[in-house]
């Protein structure tokens, strides 16, 4: 297991060919009130990464910004940069739909859109023009494989979407992100309106998922992050706290913050 | 990071659960400590009744060994320990069962007291007494370093037990020598020289329990290296 110091050192010392995402001292604001200070961290390719912290800290903000999804806030004010594979998405010549597609998301309630499960997962790709049928059924099949859904919806594709279970939906969710071939997965508590079973196959398919994929997801579980995430960073009051390896996090953690967050002794 | 507050959790639940565990095992190794003390009494004396009471009594330390594991297991599997709290449960289920063999090698002491006429020489009576003297003390240390989680006696202890060697190595060599002058009786020797390691044993096990205080004051294993904390 290593070291605090060790852990911390590995995560500053990726190379910019190792970093799927790389944050620069950012900070943001919604009007007067400032949601992130200063935060600067390096996210691993092929890794799960999990954000942690109390509500309201920041989390959702933190992974809004690696593909603008804070830009539909009114009153939203960015300092600092933020490199998707070395480029800053916030400079002029960015183009956002393109980053989208590339920093794919999946939010805490399923949404499946009111289609069938095909064209759910088809739909990003119809989006962008690809009406080739053949192209398409391969693509959904691909999606719903990696989700780990395939086996269950294969012979009912064309049923509604809203007749699967809400773990079901879920990983169509996930699909439907993962047509689109992302670089980056962003999980916005993706089980916290699930059952224990949905939890656990949902975290399987994450697990899975860092084989082709860079995953950052945001959770309130702390046994969650524990469990799947190759390294975590807690937030507390727009500030990052500690950013490590989860295995030091979770029995030595560096910061007394940290360990009274993580420990339940925070309040 | 240092952190010896086991309380302060949301959860005064959890708190209370903690301090019991570190209550438990302190009263356990309160056990063990007078069980040492009157083997040391009953060595002195060669009271023999006295030391069948101390093997008897060795019962209560088993018993109590099985309630803390129990309640190391229901806190892991119900709460989720995790930082300090988890150091605390890990070195806990470590530190129970070093005690639990603390109180077996007293035992053998008390078996060899209610075994055999001691054929040694009162010199070597007198050191066995005093040896034993010495890790009371160091035993009682230990305890208390474990009750304060303070790390820095820990490393002294750790450092003292090389008297605890030097002394065993010493007094090897007595009974040795008069060993050879008295062959004809060779197993009531033999039943010294398993006291005598029984002793040195102990001291070794004091040893443990200070690396383990060590790992949860200071997140650091020194178990298995060669960290002379003397030369710190």
């Keep these: ?267 | 990071m240092q952190n010896f507050n086991i309380s302060g959790h949301i959860s005064g639940k959890f708190n209370q659960e903690l301090e019991s565990l570190k209550n438990a095992v302190l009263a356990m190794g309160g056990q063990v400590e007078l069980q040492l003390r009157r083997t040391l009494t009953a060595l002195r004396s060669e009271d023999k009744r006295a030391a069948e009471k101390i093997i008897h009594d060795d019962n209560k330390v088993n018993e109590m060994e099985l309630r803390i594991d129990d309640e190391c297991m229901r806190i892991i599997a119900r709460r989720h320990p995790t930082a300090s709290d988890l150091r605390l449960v890990l070195t806990i289920v470590k530190i129970n069962a070093d005690v639990e063999r603390i109180g077996d090698e007293v035992e053998r002491i008390a078996r060899m007291i209610t075994l055999t006429d001691l054929p040694a020489s009162a010199r070597i009576k007198a050191d066995m007494f005093e040896t034993g003297q010495q890790i009371l003390e160091m035993f009682n240390s230990t305890l208390n370093a474990f009750a304060r989680m303070d790390s820095e006696s820990a490393k002294r202890i750790h450092t003292d037990d090389r008297k605890v060697d030097e002394k065993y190595k010493h007094l090897l060599v007595q009974v040795i020598q008069e060993m050879q002058d008295n062959e004809e009786i060779a197993p009531a020797w033999l039943d010294i020289l398993w006291s005598l390691r029984a002793m040195e044993r102990i001291g070794d096990r004091c040893k443990n329990v200070c690396e383990y205080i060590i790992y949860f004051v200071e997140g650091v294993n020194v178990r298995h290296d060669d960290t002379d904390f003397a030369d710190e």
């Design chain 1, 1 to 267: 297991m290593p070291d605090q110091s060790t852990s911390q050192k590995s995560l500053k010392a990726l190379s910019p060919e190792q970093t799927a995402i790389e944050v620069r001292n950012l900070s943001l604001r919604f009007g007067k009130k400032t949601a992130l200070r200063d935060i600067s961290l390096k996210i691993p390719k092929h890794s799960i990464t999990a954000i942690i912290g109390p509500s309201g800290c920041g989390k959702s903000t933190l992974i809004g910004c690696f593909n603008r999804l804070n830009d539909l806030t009114p009153d939203c004010q960015v300092d600092g940069k933020v490199l998707v594979n070395d480029k800053n998405i916030y400079g002029s010549r960015q183009n956002v739909p393109i980053l989208r597609s590339q920093v794919g998301m999946v939010f805490q309630q399923p949404n499946p859109f009111p289609m069938s499960i095909y064209e759910n997962v088809v739909y990003g790709l119809r989006i962008k023009g690809i009406t080739d049928r053949r192209i398409l059924d391969d693509a959904a099949e691909t999606a719903l494989n990696m989700a780990a859904l395939w086996d269950e919806v294969k012979d009912s594709l064309f049923q509604p979407a809203m007749v699967l279970s809400g773990g079901q939906q879920q990983r169509l969710v996930i699909a439907r992100a993962l047509a689109l071939e992302p670089e980056i997965l962003l999980l916005d508590e993706p089980t916290s309106a699930l059952d224990p079973i949905s939890t656990l196959q949902i975290e399987e398919l994450i697990f899975g998922l860092k084989q082709k994929h860079t995953v950052v997801i945001v959770t309130h579980n702390l046994q969650q992050a524990a469990r799947v995430s190759d390294q975590t960073a807690f937030l507390n009051q727009g500030e990052l706290i500690e950013y490590s390896k989860t295995d030091t996090m979770f029995t030595m953690p560096l910061k007394q913050q940290t360990e009274a967050f993580i420990t339940g002794r925070f309040g």
